[in-house]
Structure formats: C-alpha cells, structure tokens
C-alpha cells in the first residue's frame, strides 16, 4: 500500500539556482552528498556516475517531502528532445503543489522573476496554475476550495 509521496529527483545543470527557486516555495537545503561511483551510482544504474545530490526538505510537510537535485559532473549534453514544459510529451509531465492561498504565492512567485504558463483555473474543485521551474520543469499550485475531491 502506497502511504505517501517521498521525494521527486530533478537532474540540474546548476544546483544553485534551483535551490533558490525551491526556498521561494518554502524547501530548505538537508543533506548534500558527492556520488563519485559506488554503491548510489551501481543502483541507478549508472556505475561511473560524478554528482552532487542535494537535498532540498520541504519545511512543515506532514508527511514529509524532499525534493532531490542531481548535478551532473561533467553537465550532460543539451538534449535535442522536446522542452519539458510542452506538456503534451510522454515521462514527466509536471510537478504540483498544494497551498492554502494561491493568489498570494503566485504574486510571491511573479514578484521573484518565476514565470507563469497559465491563467488560473477552477477544475474538481480545486484552483490551478502552472508555472516554469528550474530547468525549464513545470510546476503547478493546487488550492482546494474544502469540498471532497471526487476520486
């Protein structure tokens, strides 16, 4: 039985500026580690693997969440593949978070140079916008309006 989401892994050109991105949506630094090969990079499959893995702790969560950056030594190569943000590709589609006021964290959010990618909606009883993140990822603010959500 799945309990709860744990952490999201985001492979990062440059750690610093996603850090900052994720303080402004309330994530702090935890743990930092140097994967250089051994036992993190034979389990991803990738035995030579150099990295920073940095983690970033989402202050108040219960349960607890983490975002996970990965920065790559030496950076991989751009990809010749679709943007991320085009969300109609398959894999990763987009990251969501829920907040209790969404028209305040969007003008924290605007207010801090993060860009919109949408009009706000109202969809099952939940207000949404979607936003580009570091590396170009989508990311999306959830505010429930206290109904059930229908499953």
Same mark, same amino acid.
Request: charged share 20%.
């Given at each position: 039985?799945?309990?709860?989401? &744990? ?10 500026? @996603? ?13 930092? @580690? +140097?994967? #250089? ?6 389990? !991803?499959? !990738?035995?030579? !693997?150099? @990295? ?9 969560? &219960? ?9 790559? #030594?030496?950076?991989?190569?751009? &990809?010749?593949g679709a943007h991320p943000t085009n969300l109609r590709t ?8 829920r907040v209790d006021d969404i028209e305040a964290m969007t ?7 993060? +860009?919109?990618?949408? &009009?706000? !909606? ?14 170009g990822i989508t990311f999306e603010l959830v505010q429930q #309006? ?6």
């Amino acid at each position: 039985m799945i309990l709860n989401p &744990d952490h999201i892994t985001i492979a990062v050109a440059d750690a610093g500026p @996603a850090i900052e991105f994720f303080k402004l949506l309330g994530f702090r630094k935890g743990h930092v @580690a +140097t994967i #250089d090969g051994g036992v993190p990079a034979r389990y !991803m499959g !990738m035995p030579a !693997m150099k @990295a920073q893995h940095i983690t970033l702790v989402l202050e108040g969560a &219960d349960p607890h969440f983490e975002i996970q950056l990965l920065e790559f #030594d030496p950076p991989p190569g751009t &990809d010749p593949g679709a943007h991320p943000t085009n969300l109609r590709t398959r894999g990763f589609n987009h990251l969501a978070f829920r907040v209790d006021d969404i028209e305040a964290m969007t003008a924290h959010l605007v207010a801090n140079g993060v +860009t919109v990618l949408s &009009d706000e !909606m109202d969809y099952i009883n939940r207000k949404l916008r979607l936003f580009e993140g570091p590396e170009g990822i989508t990311f999306e603010l959830v505010q429930q #309006d206290g109904s059930e959500v229908p499953g």
